[in-house]
């Protein structure tokens, strides 16, 4: 299983981005929790945002009424809309989520590569 992101860039304060993230390989898997953490310079990993499969979202307090975690089952993409970004939002930000193997009865967490995102002041 693979998780891959798409959707960082360099924006504006103010400005919006859509981070993706899809997750490949999980035929015979089924996704649980999907998540989005991010790291700044010289900080540790931070939680975001999350979604469980039902649709019941989570938000860290930093981000809630700017940031939106979605999600599309069928195509196993999760999605994060950023809005009125602040430079403090500058981080790499990853992809998490929790999948179950079907075939080794187990529950595996992964992540993805992570991708940049860059709010200028």
């Known amino acids: 299983v693979q998780l891959v992101e798409s959707g960082g860039g360099l924006v504006q304060a103010g400005g919006s981005l859509r981070l993706s993230c899809a997750a490949s390989?999980?035929?015979?898997?089924?996704?649980?929790?999907m998540g989005w953490y991010r790291q700044a310079p010289g900080k540790q990993r931070e939680l975001v945002a999350t979604?469980?499969?039902?649709?019941?979202?989570n938000y860290a307090d930093s981000v809630k009424g700017r940031f939106t975690i979605s999600r599309d089952n069928a195509k196993n993409t999760v999605y994060l809309q950023m809005n009125s970004l602040k430079p403090e939002d500058t981080a790499v930000y990853y992809c998490?989520?929790?999948?179950?193997?079907?075939?080794?009865?187990?529950?595996?967490?992964?992540w993805g590569q992570g991708t940049q995102v860059t709010v200028s002041s």
């Open positions: 998490n989520a929790d999948i179950f193997s079907l075939q080794k009865e187990f529950l595996y967490n992964y």
């Open positions: 390989g999980s035929t015979r898997s089924i996704i649980n929790a």
């Open positions: 979604i469980t499969s039902g649709g019941s979202a």
